[in-house]
């Protein structure tokens, strides 16, 4: 059961349109911390059957959706993502979202606050990339994505340091790029295939 929880009150409407958060009141009358729903999506995550206890990520992306409802259907459709948790206010919209992969987990949203974008609303640039580790599989989850409609935008290639990488385009512009270890590769070997100084290798 969800109780009630602190949320943002939004402040003046800024020349975009849109309202940045300003302080917290109980309720569920606007979007929700999403600080505190992090904490809470980590304390209500689903525990595995075997009885072991999981311990939250410490670190977990958020990507923003003009129409984050159905992101969170292409991005099981396309990348086999699996939601967790959703949130809606009385409208019916997105306030929060939670999808797992493997052993990490990603937030979704909308475009809530004047500092959240879709890559859709400032001409498809991305300010972050994420990446995904695959165990196994790559090629043919290339080509899931590409049937679900992804624009692969850099076909399945080994890389020198080992993996082997594509890279996708959502609906919405969000850059996402998968790879999975095809062979082990040392510092120096990377070193002479790249040309490269690395520092920090493992």
Known sequence: MIRRVPVLVRGPASKSGKTPASHAVPGFSCLPDTGWLQRQGARHRKEP???????????????????????????EQAFGFTRTMVITDDQGKLAHAEMRFGDSYLMVGSEWADYTASPASVNGKNTQALHVHLQDGLDAHCERARAAGA?????????FYGDRVYAARDPEGHVWTFGQTVRKVSREEAERASGLKIEGWT
């Open 151 to 159: 624009v692969i935008v850099r076909e399945p290639e080994d890389q």
């Open 49 to 75: 059957t075997d009885g072991r206890s999981v311990s939250p990520p410490a670190l977990a992306p958020a990507v923003f959706y003009r129409e984050p409802l159905g992101a969170l259907d292409w991005l």
